[in-house]
């Protein structure tokens, strides 16, 4: 059970009626909405939200995050973290369940099969991209910081209108080279944003901790779960470090996730792998916390990973015209 201080708010999303030529049709709170998203740009709701941190923990399995009613393997997360925003129990990938297909969903807001070796750039672009050219912003005020190497793809797309344009700094893999120099540790990872945030201070910003996926894949499962404690610890120490500098303190909203999850223990070899349809890899974990979201509350309300990208774009005052995400209104305080 969660934390007692912690209230549980359950929503669904009202009826609407849309008028088409001489029919009515009613669509249902069940069914996938398309958005337009030329009109979230003319809201007039204001923001406290000046900064993004993305943290994605790569690989882990809801049963070990939130799903796990002890919490055991993310102390600092359930103990302290959770009373500062939102959990969702309800959050999903609905497109690949693999490394690259879920980070690219994340900064896109657009499912897409894409290859998982690094070798090929998404389709549209990125959060980073759209940010950059509404706002005119040096390159410096976004980064993608992985420890992943091949996730230095996520840093442009091959949209010919968008490509080599509006990108973002990257550092990914073994000292930032990008694919091919191999996968950094998280530990290095996690001191090499600080040291991008300190000296940057970039407004937007996506992580990437690669232990849970890395240890995982070995089948071992205590190494497995150390991953995951370690990586508990390293967002953190990440969000100490938020509320702590005078750049972040107050206007930073950081959102905690997964790519994708593992097999369920039933389903071929379990937590050691990941890619298909099973609850295992869909179900994802899910926190936020920020100048604009709701204290200790907890969701059971559906939401997928294209609705983050959506979100960020929201609260950052621009647009995803190619995502079928929608905003997480169900963060916001009232």
């Known amino acids: 059970m969660f934390k007692c201080c912690l209230k549980i708010v359950r929503q669904s999303k009202s009826f609407t009626a849309i008028l088409l030529i001489a029919s009515v049709f009613i669509c249902s709170c069940n069914q996938e909405i398309n958005y337009d998203h030329s009109e979230i740009k003319n809201t007039k709701r204001s923001y406290n939200t000046k900064n993004v941190i993305i943290v994605v923990v790569d690989g882990l399995r809801y049963s070990e995050g939130w799903g796990d009613s002890t919490h055991q393997y993310i102390p600092y997360m359930s103990r302290i973290l959770a009373k500062q925003g939102v959990i969702s129990t309800r959050f999903y990938n609905m497109g690949y369940t693999y490394t690259s297909a879920g980070h690219t969903n994340l900064t896109t807001g657009v499912y897409q099969s894409i290859d998982n070796s690094g070798m090929e750039y998404p389709k549209n ?151 298909d349809d099973c609850d295992g890899c869909r179900h994802l974990n899910f926190f936020a916390c920020g100048p604009d979201f709701r204290k200790g509350t907890i969701l059971n309300v559906f939401n997928e990973q294209i609705d983050i990208p959506v979100t960020i774009a929201e609260i950052l005052r621009f647009t995803l015209p190619n995502s079928n995400g929608k905003v997480m209104t169900e963060l916001f305080k009232r």
């Open 125 to 275: 672009p990125s959060i980073f991209q759209n940010w950059n050219r509404k706002y005119h912003n040096d390159q410096i005020k976004s980064w993608i910081i992985t420890s992943k190497d091949k996730l230095a793809v996520l840093g442009d797309c091959t949209d010919e209108n968008w490509k080599g344009k509006y990108t973002p700094s990257v550092n990914s893999g073994i000292d930032g080279m990008g694919l091919g120099s191999g996968y950094r540790n998280d530990s290095l990872t996690l001191k090499t944003a600080i040291e991008i945030l300190k000296q940057d201070h970039p407004n937007i910003v996506l992580i990437n901790f690669r232990q849970p996926d890395y240890s995982g894949h070995s089948g071992i499962w205590n190494d497995y779960v150390e991953g995951v404690r370690k990586t508990d610890e390293y967002v953190y120490r990440m969000w100490q470090f938020l509320q702590n500098d005078r750049n972040y303190k107050n206007t930073t909203a950081l959102f905690v996730t997964n790519d994708h999850g593992r097999h369920l223990d039933n389903v071929t070899d379990g937590f050691a792998s990941h890619g």
